[in-house]
């Protein structure tokens, strides 16, 4: 089964920090760009990241820009995102996503993402 699965998430304090993973089954992440999104409550999912292949650049949302930063492990796979600094509104539900191509052009359309993870929570209380 193709398959995209986020963990890491869970409760922490203001300034506290996470690291989000993002595994993949059945398919591989090497060749493909891959982006992290969150939706919290009563809000529109917002994309927050991306990350190339070969990790050769990164963009980032002002909103998390200097505070989280994204990486990936090919050997495993999988793609991170170290989340520091954390704040009440960055909590939501965090998803990865990988993009059908290496680059991160138009990195926030999200019809641009093929799979998806169901998600990981994140709460940050103050």
């Known amino acids: 089964q193709r398959q995209l699965v986020e963990s890491g998430g869970g409760l922490v304090h203001t300034g506290g920090s996470l690291r989000l993973s993002c595994a993949a089954s059945?398919?591989?992440?090497?060749?493909?760009?891959i982006g992290w999104f969150r939706q919290a409550p009563g809000k529109e999912r917002e994309a927050i990241s991306c990350?190339?292949?070969?990790?050769?650049?990164?963009d980032y949302a002002d909103s998390v820009k200097g505070r989280f930063t994204i990486s990936r492990d090919s050997t495993k796979n999988t793609v991170y995102l170290q989340m520091n600094d954390l704040r009440p509104e960055d909590t939501a539900v965090y998803y990865c996503?990988?993009?059908?191509?290496?680059?991160?052009?138009?990195?926030?359309?999200?019809?641009?993402?093929?799979?998806w993870g169901p998600g990981t929570q994140v709460t940050v209380s103050g």
């Open positions: 990350i190339t292949t070969s990790s050769i650049s990164a």
């Open positions: 059945g398919l591989t992440l090497d060749y493909y760009a």
């Open positions: 996503a990988r993009a059908p191509r290496n680059h991160c052009l138009a990195w926030r359309s999200e019809a641009r993402y093929d799979y």
